[in-house]
């Protein structure tokens, strides 16, 4: 629905019939904060989307119209030089286009409106989905195609500029996913491969906390990422070849805890500990083992509670609830932390009551309406025409 409204309306104002892009948020099944310290990761790219529509224009600027939160409308020039704006897309596409000016990319005119269900600020990534669907289609447009790869670290670029030090697992899930697998991706060498999430008689279900974060003005999220770094240049005074975390092990933590802040052994102890479980969540996937995979995402819950510190009361209360429910295997805070989904797997033949059980005794006990939200894989970044 999203996109046909987008297209009738572009086809009102520009009299033409625009190229179509779906750019999907994403999931993560377990591999939290480990992409920025060289580890392992367990996403997918969802049918939640944000939809571009776009065609080539001859005015040498970009003209953009949106419909995401509220109606805007912004005008780029190719040659960058813009001023701050007011809202946070219009600084995502100011951050991309000054990255393309610095790389001398050729820009070209373009015509675009778009819009998109994927909640915003839920741990879907409705961001990377922006930065990357948008890199996509002004590069399409341009006549200058660009790999996936380079969009993804144009996209990071982007997130670093507006102050977000994270990783590259979202803008690779979001270009590289594939319906109904997740995508196992090594942050280390970015090599990558597919394992399909189905398992037969359970679901997998979103809930959102409806506690809204925003990562890049959170400090909380660059304070892990120095957390782990700390870590690194102690181990690496002893050991000249160690890069990130993931060539620490927990026998390097112990060495270094009489010198260590006792905050960033956690910390950095919690990494070790999740690259395990998304190795163990492979596992238990290929196994078809439901009760495994629903108890690792319930440890993975809650070490990033209690050692990462990334939860919230709401999302413990999300899992809590879970854990009480006959039918609920297990259940995670996903994304970067401070608010956003969980997400469950359930048993299919319990998941209306279960659904129902969750949301309701989520507010009774915090007073906040949860959503909930079916889940479907769908491809990365894609043409839809
Ligand atoms: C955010 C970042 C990612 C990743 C996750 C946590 O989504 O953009 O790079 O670090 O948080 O796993």
């Given at each position: 629905m999203v996109q046909k409204e987008i297209v009738s309306y572009f086809t009102e104002q520009y009299n033409t019939q625009p190229l179509v892009i779906k750019a999907p948020g994403r999931i993560n099944l377990i591999g939290e904060h480990t992409d920025y310290n060289e580890g392992l990761v367990l996403p997918a790219s969802i049918e939640k989307a944000i939809y571009f529509a776009v065609s080539p224009n001859e005015s040498g600027e970009i003209k953009i119209e949106t419909f995401l939160t509220q109606p805007e409308k912004i005008t780029f020039q190719l040659n960058?030089?813009?001023?701050?704006?007011?809202?946070?897309?219009?600084?995502?596409?100011?951050?991309?286009?000054?990255?393309?000016?610095?790389?001398?990319?050729?820009?070209?005119?373009?015509?675009?409106?778009?819009?998109?269900?994927?909640?915003?600020?839920?741990?879907?990534?409705?961001?990377?989905?922006?930065?990357?669907?948008?890199?996509?289609?002004?590069?399409?447009?341009?006549?200058?195609?660009?790999?996936?790869?380079?969009?993804?670290?144009?996209?990071?670029?982007?997130?670093?500029?507006i102050g977000l030090n994270c990783g590259l697992m979202d803008q690779y899930a979001v270009l590289f996913g594939k319906k109904e697998n997740a995508f196992f991706l090594d942050c280390k060498d970015l090599s990558h491969s597919y394992i399909p999430i189905n398992l037969k008689g359970y679901s997998w279900v979103l809930i959102n906390s409806n506690i809204k974060h925003n990562l890049a003005v959170?400090?909380?999220?660059?304070?892990?990422?120095?957390?782990?770094?700390?870590?690194?240049?102690?181990?690496?005074?002893?050991?000249?070849?160690?890069?990130?975390?993931?060539?620490?092990g927990l026998d390097d933590l112990q060495l270094i805890s009489t010198k260590a802040d006792k905050t960033d052994i956690k910390r950095a102890r919690y990494?070790?500990?999740?690259?395990?479980?998304?190795?163990?969540?492979?596992?238990?996937?290929?196994?078809?083992?439901?009760?495994?995979?629903?108890?690792?995402l319930r440890q993975g819950h809650w070490a990033m509670s209690s050692q990462y510190e990334i939860t919230t009361p709401e999302l413990d209360t999300l899992v809590k609830i879970g854990e009480e429910l006959d039918g609920v295997m297990g259940s995670r805070m996903m994304g970067g932390g401070f608010g956003g989904c969980t997400i469950n797997l359930v048993e299919t033949s319990k998941l209306n009551t279960c659904i129902t059980s969750l949301l309701e005794k989520y507010k009774e006990r915090t007073g906040i309406d949860a959503e909930y939200y079916h889940l479907a894989i769908d491809d990365g970044v894609k043409e839809m025409n």
């Open positions: 960058g030089k813009h001023n701050k704006y007011a809202r946070f897309w219009g600084n995502y596409f100011k951050a991309i286009i000054d990255i393309l000016v610095e790389e001398k990319y050729p820009l070209k005119g373009m015509n675009c409106v778009f819009g998109g269900d994927i909640p915003i600020g839920s741990g879907l990534s409705s961001s990377a989905a922006l930065c990357c669907g948008f890199i996509y289609a002004i590069t399409k447009i341009s006549g200058k195609a660009l790999t996936r790869e380079h969009i993804a670290l144009i996209a990071q670029k982007a997130e670093h500029k959170d400090s909380e999220y660059n304070k892990r990422r120095t957390s782990c770094e700390n870590i690194v240049e102690l181990v690496q005074q002893n050991k000249k070849n160690v890069k990130s975390l993931r060539d620490v990494i070790i500990e999740e690259n395990s479980r998304v190795r163990q969540m492979m596992q238990a996937l290929t196994a078809g083992n439901a009760q495994n995979v629903g108890e690792i």
